[in-house]
């Protein structure tokens, strides 16, 4: 697990948009309130109370009315795959769950309406735990190759990892791909692109060429391709929009997912 998290909020018309932007990681989301997905048939359907967000390569459209109360837990997606297997489709966004999250989800909802957040994190911490008791974890050298494209903000070349790690490209490819659901490469696109928009929602004025060549980008114009593949706008229009949101620069509002709430977050190893 890599995070927990927690917010409650009542949305106006003015918030009730939100973008979900793509993503390297996979929240599990326990939420109690009206919150709307759209699908690509264009068509806003409620979440259920319990649902999962995937591994995404493109951005969706999410909109909450009213009084939202909402616990999320982030996985790494090499971890996500062995402790929620059978429970979730980790691909996109899951509203169909097993037995055990629905079950889970029944304790942790009455005490999601009282305000209870604390207790409800305890009793998925717990599930979460055992979980992971009877999980077959991931592959060392998976494990590895994952953390080392983090710390690298990713950065880090795949023939190199392989190297260093005693396997073949295609050796840590295959088994990447099997424990995480996309390949090395795939993951370390996402990783710098989410930097690249976390810096941006904290320093909108930043030098996009300075910011390309610090996320490891061939130049400004790679950094601006790969920037539009994946939100179908420039970073410039990008920084605009945060801007226009928070004009001292301090975050996008709803540009980002509810597993990105900064409130009440705390880290897990």
């Known amino acids: 697990m890599q995070s927990y998290s927690s917010y409650e909020e009542r949305h106006t018309v003015g918030t009730e948009e939100h973008r979900l932007l793509p993503e390297a990681n996979i929240d599990l989301v326990f939420h109690c309130g009206d919150a709307r997905i759209e699908g690509r048939d264009g068509r806003l359907r409620p979440l259920p109370p319990?649902?999962?967000?995937?591994v995404?390569?493109?951005?969706?459209?999410?909109?909450?009315?009213?009084?939202?109360?909402?616990?999320?837990?982030?996985?790494?997606?090499?971890s996500a795959l062995s402790l929620l297997e059978r429970e979730a489709d980790l691909r996109g966004t899951c509203t169909t769950v097993g037995a055990g999250l629905r079950a889970l989800s029944e304790r942790v909802?009455?005490?999601?309406?009282?305000?209870?957040?604390?207790?409800?994190?305890?009793?998925?911490?717990?599930?979460?735990?055992?979980?992971?008791r009877v999980a077959r974890p991931p592959d060392g050298p998976v494990t590895a190759a994952g953390h080392a494209l983090h710390a690298s903000h990713g950065s880090a070349r795949v023939g190199a990892l392989a190297g260093r790690l005693g396997l073949s490209v295609r050796q840590l490819e295959r088994q990447?791909?099997?424990?995480?659901?996309?390949?090395?490469?795939?993951?370390?696109?996402?990783?710098?692109?989410?930097?690249?928009?976390?810096?941006?929602?904290?320093?909108p004025d930043a030098s996009l060429t300075a910011l390309a060549f610090e996320l490891g980008y061939a130049d400004q114009a790679h950094f601006i391709r790969e920037f539009r593949a994946f939100?179908?706008?420039?970073?410039?229009?990008?920084?605009?929009?945060?801007?226009?949101?928070?004009p001292h620069g301090e975050g996008a509002g709803g540009a980002r997912d509810?597993?990105?709430?900064?409130?009440?977050?705390?880290?897990?190893?």
């Open 176 to 203: 990447f791909k099997r424990a995480a659901g996309l390949s090395p490469k795939a993951l370390a696109r996402l990783i710098r692109f989410s930097r690249a928009t976390e810096r941006l929602e904290r320093v």
């Open 258 to 269: 509810a597993g990105d709430a900064d409130r009440g977050e705390h880290t897990r190893d």
């Open 109 to 132: 909802g009455p005490l999601l309406e009282r305000g209870a957040c604390d207790a409800a994190t305890r009793l998925i911490e717990g599930w979460l735990l055992e979980r992971q």
């Open 56 to 78: 995404r390569d493109e951005p969706a459209r999410m909109v909450s009315r009213g009084l939202a109360r909402v616990i999320g837990v982030r996985f790494h997606p090499w």
């Open 231 to 246: 939100t179908g706008m420039s970073p410039g229009r990008y920084a605009a929009e945060v801007r226009r949101l928070s």
């Open 50 to 54: 319990v649902f999962v967000i995937g």
